[in-house]
């Protein structure tokens, strides 16, 4: 797995390799769709795979340092879907897009702070159900 010190990946603090996680909803105050996988950021190409509850699924598609774009196709073994996204230092935020659907997706990097507030958030509710 590369890191962030591994020179064939992308320096940019935004488009770190490595484990990254989010979620994908179907419209606006739908629920989240979680997934995990790993992403590889190389000079203006992002690649990687995972998998959610969908199923398994691959990475391909571009990003820009310079205006802070990321545009990918995740492909599912049946069909595919269309990611449009920007950077800040929260992950990528965005629309995805297939046939006649389209919702939001936000993605960041495993570990960083919008991780760490997810997993409390889900503590909290875990022992308010209780």
Partial sequence: MPSKTD???????????????????????GEQHKMAFHLNFKDGVVTGSGADAVNAFTWKGKYSVEDFT??????????QVFYD???????????WKMEFF????????KGNVM?????EVEKISESIAV
């Fill in 7 to 29: 020179n064939s990946s992308e320096m940019h603090p935004l488009f770190p390799s490595g484990e990254w996680e989010g979620f994908f909803v179907y419209f606006r105050g």
């Fill in 70 to 79: 990321c545009r990918m196709v995740k492909s599912y073994p049946t069909h």
């Fill in 85 to 95: 996204g920007r950077a800040d230092e929260n992950g990528i935020w965005g629309l």
């Fill in 102 to 109: 389209t919702g939001g997706f936000h993605i960041w990097p």
């Fill in 115 to 119: 991780s760490e507030a997810v997993e």
